[in-house]
């Protein structure tokens, strides 16, 4: 590890619990004045006042204009400042990867997508230092120092998944030796933090998206696979080994009453399995389109069993954690969304609830976005906010 990156994971380490909380407050609540921040932080005013200078000397936050409103002095909100932080996302997909520049706010500064028959280790490498070269050329020379890092959302175990990844199986054997996050640190020179892109797509939706104000909320995304995540308390919840809210693993009866995964029912890619069957090699073609037209048939009878399993996953959440909102969402077209979203509803509406309270279903708002925003916001989290 060069001496540079390890200043700036020294640098996330030392940061008090105190300028963590309070740049956490204004993330969170926005332009906010000193004497609120000493109030909500229950501090006194003048060691909040000693705090927020000090991060407003190290360009983490901004003052806005004097607001006059009573008796006084005019006081003066304080902000985060957008160029305080900067911080590169990537996810992996099985047919498209997406990195994405944003800053202290989260918003989108750069983008380039890669795309390909199947996701290799060495291609998403070079996407990710093609993308730092590129994004580079947005930021001055200081900001491109308060980088904080990168942030990797992926499907873990990716060898596991070679039917619905049409790979060669040597070519996917690569990912199972393949030390991610020590290489994208090293390719790139930042620090870097590896996670499911479920549970990745999850914290994006909570931070930028429909679930932001949702402190205890399961999340259904429906994509090539299907993918999930769980927040607590606020906070996203991992699991022992990262990968919580696995729902495409959870096991259910085919049609032949074998038990199989429900990935085998709610996942783009068995709809693209379908398309491909009437119509060979036209399946991924009619699914990039803004929508989804020419296979009414199917794509109903897709809903509809996603619908099915999606809700049964859903009263599985409620079981199991007691959450009291699913929130939904995919890699379709807002009218699917829309459609699917209304007909899981009315499904848990009429099943049998006894024991537990039905949840309210709520469609996300991010779509393909929600893990690159998730995975891009985790070094900010790790170096400058709370977890």
């Known amino acids: 590890m060069d001496d540079m990156l390890q200043d700036r994971l020294a640098a996330a380490q030392e940061r008090s619990a105190n300028e963590r909380a309070i740049l956490n407050l204004l993330r969170q609540e926005g332009p906010t004045p000193a004497a609120e921040i000493a109030r909500r932080m229950d501090l006194s005013v003048q060691s909040a006042s000693v705090i927020t200078r000090k991060l407003e000397a190290e360009g983490l936050v901004q003052r806005g204009a004097p607001v006059r409103g009573g008796i006084g002095k005019p006081s003066r909100p304080i902000s985060l400042n957008p160029n305080g932080a900067f911080s590169i996302g990537l996810r992996i997909g099985r047919r498209r990867s997406d990195l994405i520049l944003i800053d202290f706010e989260g918003r989108v500064l750069g983008q380039r997508t890669a795309t390909y028959a199947y996701p290799t280790p060495s291609l998403c490498l070079d996407l990710a230092r093609a993308g730092l070269e590129a994004f580079g050329k947005i930021l001055t020379p200081e900001q491109r120092e308060r980088i904080a890092g990168i942030g990797i959302g992926m499907p873990f175990d990716l060898w596991n998944w070679l039917d619905l990844l049409d790979a060669p199986q040597a070519e996917m054997q690569a990912w ?132 099915r399993q999606i809700a049964a996953a859903s009263m599985t959440l409620v079981a199991v954690l007691d959450v009291p909102v699913i929130v939904i969402d995919g890699s379709f077209p807002s009218e699917v969304r829309e459609t699917l979203v209304s007909r899981v509803d009315a499904l848990v509406a009429v099943w049998d609830a006894r024991g537990i309270h039905r949840p309210q279903i709520v469609a996300g708002t991010l779509g393909t976005k929600a893990c690159a925003l998730g995975a891009g916001y985790r070094p900010i989290v790790a170096r400058y906010l709370v977890e």
């Open 176 to 307: 199972r030796d393949f030390p991610a996050q020590e290489a994208f640190s090293e390719a790139l020179g930042l620090p870097a933090f590896v996670g499911n892109d479920g549970s990745l797509a999850c914290h994006g939706e909570h931070l930028f998206g429909a679930a932001r104000d949702l402190p205890d909320f399961g999340y259904i995304y429906v994509g090539a696979f299907l993918g999930g995540g769980i927040v607590i308390d606020g906070r996203l919840y991992l699991g022992t080994r990262g990968n919580a809210g696995a729902l495409a693993s959870l096991p259910v009866p085919g049609a032949d009453g074998a038990m199989t995964q429900m990935v085998e029912f709610a996942s783009i890619h068995s709809l693209e399995r379908r398309l491909d069957a009437r119509s060979p090699g036209d399946g991924a073609s009619l699914l990039k389109q803004d929508a989804w037209l020419g296979f009414d048939d199917l794509k109903a009878t897709w809903i509809e069993e996603t619908a």
